[in-house]
């Protein structure tokens, strides 16, 4: 058997799939709403089963690639590669919606739907949190590198925690605008909740993540090397950032007009 065949899955496939229907059943129910071209019914159930085929995906993925016995230390760097390529198609996912921002950017400025406290404490407060979580992610490594594995799964329990935190805050953020009156089917609102949203569901799959990596370190499973641990910093690192152009772009790009 060739030496790669090992590392052959199919669940990024399933994952991809299932995340391709999510977004169609997303467009299909907001269409719907907004023309009745759909029926409400089959842009919900394409979205939920989409869900549900892209959750199986990667927790397939994930037991394979951080649960397995494959994943040590002193393993080849081939899971960083493969999620450095992973971040680089998902540089074009946000590109795509940032183009169509732009799009919108171009017209009459600023939107009729443009809601009065769209860049307030909340959106500094959850920057805030987010890159704090950077912080403390990079300095559990730096822990883990000296030998010291309690600082590190100590430092690994507060970035998950403000992950966690940092998803609270856009849901309430989300029902504080929703209160206003703030709709997803404006021309800016479905900008932002586009872009928004996309960003937290990759915040939620860093916060699955951290707690695979968090449970596994309590266990003492990186004494030999962290192979997935540095992935899974990539990930996350590439989370925060994309959380700061969104934050420049989205949020004090709309309000300076």
């Known amino acids: 058997m060739p030496e790669h065949a090992a590392h052959r899955s199919r669940w990024p496939v399933v994952g991809a799939a299932g995340a391709g229907l999510l977004y169609a059943g997303v467009a299909m129910y907001a269409l719907g709403a907004a023309t009745g071209l759909f029926p409400g019914v089959v842009g919900g159930v394409a979205a939920l089963v989409g869900g549900l085929l892209a959750a199986g995906g990667l927790v397939g993925w994930l037991d394979e690639a951080f649960l397995g016995d494959r994943i040590t230390g002193a393993e080849t760097p081939l899971y960083r590669q493969t999620m450095l390529l992973f971040l680089g198609t998902d ?60 600082r590190f799964t100590r430092l690994l329990g507060v970035t998950l925690l403000l992950g966690v935190v940092f998803l609270g805050g856009q849901a309430y953020e989300y029902v504080e605008l929703l209160h206003e009156g703030f709709g997803v089917t404006g021309v800016f609102a479905s900008a932002f909740y ?15 993540l951290i707690g695979i990596v968090f449970t596994r370190a309590r266990r003492g499973a990186y004494a030999e090397g962290h192979t997935s641990v540095e992935t899974v910093e990539l990930y996350w690192h590439f989370v925060d950032a994309v959380w700061l152009f969104l934050v420049v772009v989205l949020y ?3 309000t300076v007009g």
């Open 252 to 254: 004090v790009g709309a």
């Open 91 to 150: 540089v074009a996912t946000f590109a795509a919606g940032f183009v169509y921002y732009a799009f919108v950017r171009v017209g009459a400025w600023p939107p009729a739907d443009l809601p009065g406290g769209l860049l307030g404490a909340l959106v500094v407060a959850n920057t805030a949190v987010l890159l704090v979580s950077s912080g403390t992610y990079h300095l559990a490594v730096s822990a883990l590198d000296s030998g010291n594995e309690t």
């Open 194 to 208: 586009g872009l928004t949203a996309l960003h937290g569901l990759h915040v939620a799959l860093g916060v699955v």
